[in-house]
C-alpha cells in the first residue's frame, strides 16, 4: 500500500470540516487535515505516527487494548464502519464519533482508508456535573446503540432495572436528534386512571367533566414536533393501552370533551423495568402495542456490570450535590462502593453519597463514611464467616471484657476496611483501637490487621 496520498484526496481531505486524517492498514497517519492538528494537537503535525499513538497514546492497537478498532472493522469489511471511541482531547478525554471508510484508486483497489472524527456531547468520559458519564464496557456497547437510532425517527424501548438512568438516556436520545431544539416531554405512567390519563395525555375542553374549569393543553401538543417519554411503559392498564396504540397509529387525537382530531407530531420513547414479553403472555400487555413501542429496544445495564464506571460516576454526583464544596473521595472509599453490588443501581449510589457527604461535614469520603456496606455487603470474602457475637454463653451472661474481646475478634475478620476506618466507625481513636485489641484479643490478631 502506498504511503504517498494523491493531490485530490488531500484535497477533499481538506474539505471536510470535522478533524480528519488518511492511514495506510499499518495504522500509521499518512495525512491530516487542519481541523485534525488543530484539536487533537495544537496544530501540531502528526504524520508518521500510528492513530493509536496520536489519539489514545497506546502503544498498540486499540482491539489489543480492549477497545474494539474502526481501522481493523474497515480493512475487514471493505465498506464503512462507524463506532464510538474515548479519544484524548487536550481538556481531557471524549467520546468520539469515528467513521472508517476505504479509499480507492481508479481501479477499485484500496489505496489507504479516511477516518472522520466527530466529537458527540451523547456522553463524557470525564466527571461531569450532569448528562451520562461512563467508560466501561457494557456503558460503550449501551452508547453504541444509542448513537445509532439518536437520528432516526422510530420508536425506541428502553430496557433495565429501576435506578438506571432510563430518563437521562431518553434525554440523550433526543438531544442527539433532528429533534434536539423542540421539546422533551416526560410522562410518568404508573398511578394514572384513565380520566387523568387522557386528561394530561391529550389535554381538555373546559367543562368536559367536572372540574374541568379551563381549557388544558395535552402533553402531546407540549411534545409537538420533540419528543414524548413514556416512563413505566408497562404500568399502563389494559383499557388505557387500546387508546395509546390508537394514537400511535393514526397520529391523531382528541382533546377530552372536543370533536376535533387533532395532528400528532412526537418522537416516542419509551422506558420500563418490567419483563412487557412475560406480561404479554400473562395477557397484561397488548401484542400490538408492544411492537409499535419497541422498533429499537436497548437494554440499560445495571451498576453491577459498570464496576469501572462506579468511581467516575461518583465524582460526577459528588459535582452535583455539592456544586460550591469540593468533595473528594479517598481510595478506601473509592473501594468500598466498587466491591458494592448495588440493587438501587444509581439511584442508590446518589443515595449513599447523600449520606456519607452529609456524615463527614468536611471535604472527604472515606469507607468508614460508607458503613451500611459493610453490614449489607454480598462480597463472597464476607460469606460463611460467623455471626455476630451474641451476649450469653451457655445461658449465662458473659463478661463485660469477654463481650468486647468476643466483638473485637468478629470485627478483625469481617471488617474490610482500615484499622483506621474501623476506629472512626467505632468512635475512638485509632490509638486507642490498637491498645484495647493488644490487651484483649491478643497480639496474633492483632498482627492480623
Not at 439511584?347 to 468536611?362: D, K, Q, S
Request: hydrophobic residues 35%.
Amino acid at each position: 500500500m502506498g504511503i504517498t496520498p494523491k493531490a485530490e484526496h488531500i484535497k477533499s481531505l481538506n474539505e471536510i470540516p470535522d478533524p480528519a486524517t488518511l492511514l495506510d492498514d499499518r495504522f500509521r497517519i499518512i495525512a491530516v487535515n487542519s481541523a485534525y492538528k488543530d484539536i487533537y494537537h495544537n496544530g501540531k503535525d502528526v504524520t508518521g505516527k500510528t492513530c493509536y499513538q496520536s489519539s489514545h497514546g497506546y502503544e498498540q492497537p486499540c482491539d489489543e487494548s480492549g477497545e474494539s478498532c474502526p481501522l481493523k472493522s474497515c480493512i475487514n469489511s471493505k465498506s464503512t464502519e462507524r463506532m464510538l471511541h474515548v479519544h484524548n482531547l487536550p481538556g481531557g478525554k471524549e467520546y468520539v464519533d469515528v467513521e472508517t471508510s476505504p479509499v480507492k484508486d481508479e481501479k477499485g483497489k484500496i489505496i489507504y482508508y479516511r477516518e472522520v472524527l466527530r466529537q458527540t456531547l451523547i456522553a463524557s468520559a470525564e466527571p461531569k456535573a450532569s448528562g451520562l458519564v461512563g467508560i466501561s464496557p457494557s456503558f460503550i456497547k449501551m452508547l453504541e446503540e444509542i448513537h445509532k437510532v439518536a437520528r432516526e425517527n422510530v420508536p425506541v424501548l428502553l430496557l433495565g432495572e429501576s435506578g438506571t438512568g432510563k430518563e437521562l438516556i431518553a434525554r440523550a436520545l433526543h438531544d442527539a436528534s433532528t429533534r434536539a431544539g423542540k421539546p422533551f416531554v416526560p410522562v410518568e405512567c404508573s398511578g394514572l386512571s384513565e380520566m387523568l390519563f387522557e386528561s394530561e395525555l391529550f389535554g381538555h375542553h373546559k367543562g368536559a367533566f367536572t372540574g374541568a374549569l379551563f381549557e388544558k393543553e395535552g402533553l402531546i401538543e407540549v411534545a409537538q414536533g420533540g419528543t414524548l417519554f413514556l416512563d413505566e411503559i408497562g404500568d399502563v392498564p389494559s383499557s388505557l393501552q387500546v387508546k395509546l396504540l390508537r394514537l400511535l397509529e393514526s397520529h391523531t387525537y382528541r382533546k377530552v370533551g372536543e370533536t376535533k382530531t387533532k395532528q400528532a407530531n412526537f418522537r416516542l420513547v419509551c422506558a420500563t423495568n418490567r419483563d412487557l414479553e412475560q406480561m404479554m403472555e400473562a395477557g397484561q400487555f397488548r401484542q400490538d402495542l408492544f411492537y409499535r413501542i419497541s422498533t429499537f429496544p436497548v437494554h440499560l445495564p445495571p451498576l453491577r456490570e459498570r464496576r469501572e464506571d462506579i468511581a467516575l460516576l461518583a465524582r460526577s454526583i459528588l459535582l452535583r450535590i455539592s456544586p460550591d464544596k469540593k468533595i473528594t473521595l479517598t481510595k478506601e472509599g473509592s473501594d468500598a462502593l466498587s466491591r458494592h453490588d448495588f440493587p438501587g443501581n444509581i439511584r442508590e449510589l446518589v443515595n449513599l453519597l447523600e449520606r456519607a457527604r452529609i456524615r463527614a461535614g468536611g471535604t472527604q469520603l472515606t469507607s468508614s463514611h460508607f458503613s451500611e456496606l459493610f453490614a449489607t455487603s454480598t462480597n463472597p470474602q464476607n460469606k460463611n464467616q460467623e455471626e455476630c457475637p451474641i451476649w450469653k454463653k451457655n445461658e449465662k451472661i458473659i463478661s463485660f471484657k469477654e463481650l468486647e474481646s468476643r466483638y473485637l475478634s468478629h470485627l478483625l475478620k469481617t471488617f474490610p476496611g482500615t484499622q483506621a476506618d474501623l476506629a472512626a466507625q467505632l468512635g475512638m481513636s485509632q490509638r486507642t483501637l490498637t491498645r484495647k485489641i493488644s490487651s484483649t484479643v491478643g497480639k496474633k490478631l492483632y498482627k492480623n490487621i
